[in-house]
């Protein structure tokens, strides 16, 4: 069963929150020459994952992807699909985890993940200004191509939420140059074909993904999807401006490891792409 939002959820307001610019802020870090670093925690996953969130971002995350739970994932691996299960186990809902999102109070970009069926449900316009009113400055949808996206795009604009597109090693240098004109805040670059999950060593195709995206657009250029370890992310990070690290973050998270035990994980991986350039 998909989770869908309620017929009133437009009526409903949240508390009044600070929205951190996704494009100023990464394209402020990209101009320092600071590697970014993008952890990913799946909305709802335990009963403290608020808490977590707010202990990635005092060690040292640079942004937030927080991952809206569904019931048919496609994009992603066991450790997210069991996080999914569980957070639609807790009876999550897109806007009950928007509404935690709202609350979540840290100083960085949190960056919404979901598929389309949530929004085409929902409605471009009532989802775009639910996300920027609950402090989400970015969204990625990975099924939505960019040449279907334009109606999407058009009310996320307005709302002030930046699309985040992807490009994955199979994708031509022509329609890449389409992507990233129409990309915002940054390009996720897919390391490697397949869904999410942790792996014993980088992918050639994250490094040749990274290099294809940094040689066309001066946007900030983020691999993701196959990158589980410190030494992983410093290895892309030579390459791209930044990291998105998902899979290993969430299985602490399912392990126990709790705020502080995510805080300390997060933290090698800011030290480990730190002083890079």
């Not at 402020?28 to 600071?34: D, F, I, N, R, S």
């Not at 992807?65 to 992603?76: A, H, T, Y």
């Not at 307005?158 to 990309?183: C, F, H, Q, W």
Request: charge should be negative; glycine fraction near 10%.
């Amino acid at each position: 069963m998909v989770p869908a939002f309620s017929p009133t959820t437009s009526r409903m307001r949240f508390p009044e929150v600070a929205q951190v610019s996704l494009t100023e802020r990464f394209q402020q870090l990209k101009t320092q020459g600071k590697k970014i670093l993008l952890p990913y925690i799946t909305g709802g996953i335990s009963p403290d994952w608020i808490e977590v969130l707010r202990s990635m971002a005092a060690y040292g995350a640079d942004g937030i992807e927080v991952g809206i739970p569904f019931s048919d994932p496609m994009m992603d691996g066991p450790v997210i699909q069991e996080a999914s299960s569980l957070a639609l186990g807790r009876s999550v809902t897109p806007y009950s985890l928007i509404s935690e999102i709202a609350r979540a109070e840290v100083d960085i970009p949190l960056v919404a993940m979901t598929y389309y069926n949530l929004v085409f449900r929902g409605g471009h316009k009532r989802i775009a200004n639910l996300l920027a009113g609950s402090s989400v400055s970015g969204v990625i949808i990975p099924d939505l191509p960019y040449d279907e996206a334009e109606d999407w795009i058009t009310e996320a604009d307005r709302a002030g939420v930046d699309n985040v597109l992807m490009a994955a090693p199979t994708t031509s240098n022509e329609r890449m140059e389409k992507i990233a004109k129409r990309s915002r805040g940054f390009i996720y670059g897919i390391g490697l074909l397949g869904v999410t999950g942790e792996r014993s060593e980088l992918a050639a195709s994250a490094l040749q993904v990274a290099t294809a995206l940094k040689s066309i657009t001066d946007l900030p250029v983020l691999v993701g999807i196959g990158v589980s370890t410190p030494e992983q992310a410093r290895e892309i990070c030579q390459i791209a401006d930044g990291v998105i690290v998902g899979s290993a973050v969430v299985r602490r998270v399912l392990d126990g490891a709790g705020p502080e035990g995510v805080g300390e994980f997060i933290a090698q991986l800011r030290s480990a792409i730190d002083g890079l350039s």
